[in-house]
């Protein structure tokens, strides 16, 4: 399922079983998979923590798993039933003691800092709440603690298929050069992953490129290792 606007409720499900895109995916060369667990973000605890069990018991993917994640017990869940990576975003722009826990404990290399922002401000809960937080000031607090991995998304671009938020990109990017940057939201060609991938981006996420055929994987050969 793809939501297609963070400013409505309406949503496109897709024919697919997760364990199906999964074994299609690993049987074209990816490795690593991002997991979102909408009914999680939505209910704010981990709902679909089974499917996230039986992708990683089925395939060999590596997978990122989010949605959801507000405690201990659930990055615990989370781990035990086949996540290599966990993304938190809602607590990380809310609670960041907890968040700092969490990079102490199980280390910055398994904790992914998800920043939904719009127009320039971290959403939260599923993109449903704005809040008044600078989304850089929030990459620039993790960024001087010690924070590896950051996801960012321009949320009113994500699946709507027009186009990465370069400008924004491309500004992380120059102010934070240390960190290693995923982006996610509007993929729409090869030539927009091609285009990231220049900026020097640590990886691209996609998801309704994908499911719609607008881009197969076997055009995108030279960005998998």
């Not at 499917?51 to 659930?74: F, H, M, P, Q």
């Not at 400008?167 to 102010?175: D, S, T």
Request: glycine letters at 8%; proline letters at 3%; aromatic letters at 12%.
């Amino acid at each position: 399922m793809a939501k297609l606007s963070p400013n409505s409720t309406e949503e496109k499900w897709y024919d697919k079983s997760p364990l199906d895109l999964a074994n299609y995916f690993e049987d074209h060369g990816v490795k690593w998979v991002h997991f979102v667990d909408l009914d999680g973000a939505q209910k704010e605890k981990l709902v679909n923590y089974h499917v996230l069990e039986i992708i990683a018991n089925y395939t060999n993917l590596k997978i990122n798993y989010s949605g959801g994640i507000r405690t201990d017990g659930d990055i615990q869940t989370a781990l035990d039933c086949g996540a290599k990576t966990i993304t938190a975003a809602s607590v990380a722009a809310t609670s960041p003691d907890t968040f700092m826990t969490w990079m102490i404990t199980y280390g910055a290399g398994k904790l992914i800092l998800g920043i939904d922002q719009k127009e320039g401000f971290i959403t939260t809960r599923g993109w449903r709440n704005q809040t008044a937080f600078p989304y850089l000031e929030k990459i620039e607090y993790y960024s001087d603690r010690g924070i590896q991995f950051v996801k960012v998304t321009d949320v009113a671009r994500d699946g709507l298929l027009e186009g990465p938020n370069f400008k924004m990109y491309e500004e992380v990017r120059n102010k934070f050069p240390e960190i290693q940057l995923v982006a996610s939201g509007g993929v729409r060609s090869v030539e927009d992953v091609r285009k990231l991938n220049d900026l020097g981006l640590f990886a691209v996420i996609m998801a309704r490129s994908l499911y719609e055929d607008r881009i197969h994987i076997k055009d995108l050969k030279e960005f998998l290792d």
